[in-house]
């Protein structure tokens, strides 16, 4: 494992109880990158976009003022609530997130966000409601120099809770744990009793006692604000004793509008950069002369950022030449070493607080089934995965958990212990399938016999109904994870019985997939995906993937539902934040039970690495929860 084992030695995570945010997001492992949960890395794209840093016009024509930024592709959705990958999600933060209430550090810290928040306090109430009374710093701007006002926060507060919301088409779990939250998000009121606009610079938001102690408690306290004025035209706040509300003559069709439209070109923003346009895969973003400063008030200098999809499996060549400034989350072993060799580039790694995997869908076809899912896991050999795509660079990880979190930190020799390892092992594999209904020869009721099995395939498994043992998977284009997956599975899953196909696909339709197979119907066709994912430093499981009660929603990707896991994550949910050895306990408890359920074959966890061209400065400062565009106020750009 080269210098992870070293780095694992000396890295000390820090943990701080607070904001959480959605787990994962998904990337595409095309560079070694993660395969998307999405994935690890930057998905590959074929083409590469027509549209460069100096053909997108007079306004990102100098180099100097410019930052250019290489991806796999984009799925063009620029706003909280949609399944998008990492990489729309890097633009999204720099148009809106760095402006909350509470924001996460390059530390993992979650820490209150100085730039925004004056002071607040938090105080019980008569009831055991938790008050927290935010003020604002005043003079603060949007995008277009209109005031940012604690209206802005409240309306995103209610809006992104609101039963519209979701018949707009989006997902949010936003106000979850607030007073009232329930009832306001089923539509049984419009008035939302946990949220308060008290003047132009001060706003409540109330925890239901129900809902303490939370591990992550400034997590149901937190928001980034919304422009009211353009998302709701003539829209008001009324708030009384009871509560608030949003008074707006058609809210549905104002958040119809937003879907359609601030999606993906959205035109007034809080955060250090404004959109331009997003075009033949290429989006382009200007400074924000009115941008607040982040949480320690420090303000970007480079004037236009361009991230633009560029073909994975060369996109180290393209920083090399100077082609492209920044590549992030780098995963192959030879693209490292690469990138190490050459004069032009500045590398910087650190581990990572996610992991690479093969997810499957369990609630239907063959994948439904544990037996199947952990045959499969006894089909692949993720030390070969490793040396292929990793280089070395990379280990073996047994349940869903990266390097860099910090109860892998405090407790991996435990966990290790305590979990399951395996490797190729067919013998096994056959074991478990001979425990399903595939366990026939083609006329539905011989026995299968493993002895029979050859690599042609020819002799496989069915079911009752003499229906064969099928596994359709999807991965993206030039992409090294999907190349060995197809060589270890179309050698292996034959000597079990199993036919195994494979399908590349752009990135977008991975995840269109991935996460709405559940809508498709007759049309569903895959049950394996090859993805990636990297932790919030806050990790949920409730609220990022795993619940029951998300099954039928994207937030359920892989659509499991176990009671006994439901059970451990809402225990771990219910501790307070101070009570981080029993987290441990828990998690270890978790981790456990989510191995033995097998929703995804986890590969391995690994190292990134950054390549940057060597006239960019400021690299140096991304870390585990911490990307290019988290610190692009230290980043900046010379001649040399």
């Not at 250090?272 to 303000?299: A, C, H, I, R, W």
């Amino acid at each position: 494992m080269k210098k992870l084992m070293a780095l694992l030695l000396v890295v000390a995570m820090v943990f701080v109880f607070a904001a959480c945010q959605p787990a994962t997001s998904p990337v595409d492992e095309a560079t070694e990158s993660p395969a998307t949960e999405p994935a690890e890395s930057p998905a590959d794209e074929s083409e590469e976009p027509t549209e460069t840093a100096e053909s997108t016009g007079d306004k990102a024509g100098d180099k100097l003022d410019t930052l250019t930024v290489g991806t796999p592709d984009m799925n063009g959705d620029f706003i909280e609530g949609f399944g998008n990958s990492a990489y729309d999600a890097a633009i999204r933060d720099l148009l809106h997130n760095y402006t909350g209430l509470v924001v996460v550090d390059p530390a993992g810290e979650f820490v209150v966000n100085e730039s925004a928040v004056k002071e607040y306090t938090a105080e019980l109430d008569e009831n055991g409601n938790k008050v927290y009374t935010w003020t604002l710093n005043e003079g603060l701007l949007w995008s277009d120099g209109s005031p940012l006002t604690a209206q802005d926060y409240v309306f995103a507060m209610l809006y992104q809770a609101s039963p519209q919301w979701v018949e707009a088409g989006a997902t949010s779990s936003v106000g979850y744990g607030l007073l009232g939250y329930q009832a306001y998000n089923a539509g049984e009121t419009d008035v939302f009793a946990g949220v308060k606009l008290v003047d132009d610079y001060t706003l409540q938001f109330i925890i239901d006692a129900a809902e303490l102690p939370y591990f992550y408690e400034l997590s149901y306290v937190t928001v980034a604000p919304a422009p009211m004025a353009v998302y709701a035209p003539g829209a008001t706040i009324e708030t009384t004793e009871e509560g608030s509300k949003i008074v707006c003559d058609d809210l549905l069709a104002a958040l119809n509008n937003v879907t359609a439209t601030e999606r993906f070109a959205p035109t007034v923003v809080s955060g250090p950069y404004k959109f331009v346009s997003f075009e033949n895969q290429t989006v382009t973003l200007e400074l924000n002369e009115n941008f607040m400063g982040d949480y320690q008030g420090n303000k970007p200098t480079i004037q236009y950022i361009v991230q633009k999809a560029i073909p994975q499996d060369t996109n180290h060549d393209a920083v090399i030449a100077g082609d492209v400034d920044i590549v992030a989350g780098n995963i192959e072993g030879y693209k490292i070493e690469a990138a190490k060799a050459a004069d032009t580039v500045v590398t910087h790694s650190y581990l990572r607080n996610g992991f690479g995997y093969l997810a499957m869908h369990c609630d239907w076809g063959p994948t439904a089934d544990v037996n199947v899912r952990w045959a499969l896991a006894y089909l692949i050999d993720r030390n070969a995965v490793i040396d292929y795509v990793l280089g070395g660079y990379g280990g073996i990880v047994q349940a869903e958990y990266g390097f860099a979190q910090w109860m892998y930190e405090e407790a991996g020799a435990d966990l290790e212990e305590m979990l399951t390892p395996f490797n190729l092992n067919v013998d096994k594999a056959n074991e478990l399938l001979d425990q399903t209904e595939w366990k026939y020869e083609a006329d539905g009721t011989t026995p299968f016999d493993a002895s029979k099995a050859t690599a042609d395939g020819s002799y496989l498994r069915y079911n009752a109904e003499g229906e064969p043992l099928q596994i359709h998977h999807m991965g993206t284009e030039e992409q090294d994870v999907t190349d060995i997956i197809e060589i270890q599975y179309v050698a292996n899953a034959p000597l079990a019985g199993i036919a195994f196909d494979v399908t590349r696909a752009d990135f977008n339709a991975l995840l269109d997939n991935y996460y709405y197979g559940y809508e498709l119907g007759e049309d569903r066709y895959y049950n394996t995906f090859n993805l990636a994912v990297t932790f919030s430093a806050a990790f949920d499981p409730y609220m990022s993937s795993w619940h029951s009660s998300k099954c039928g929603t994207w937030e359920n990707s892989c659509q499991l539902a176990d009671e006994q896991l439901d059970e451990i994550m809402m225990q771990m949910r219910a501790l307070d934040p101070e009570q981080t050895d029993e987290f441990v306990d828990l998690w270890l408890q978790y981790e456990t039970r989510w191995q033995e359920l097998m929703p995804q074959i986890p590969l391995y966890s690994n190292e990134y690495y950054d390549f940057a061209y060597y006239t960019v400065d400021g690299i140096e400062n991304t870390t585990p929860f911490a990307n290019w565009e988290d610190v692009i106020c230290y980043i900046s750009k010379s001649a040399k």
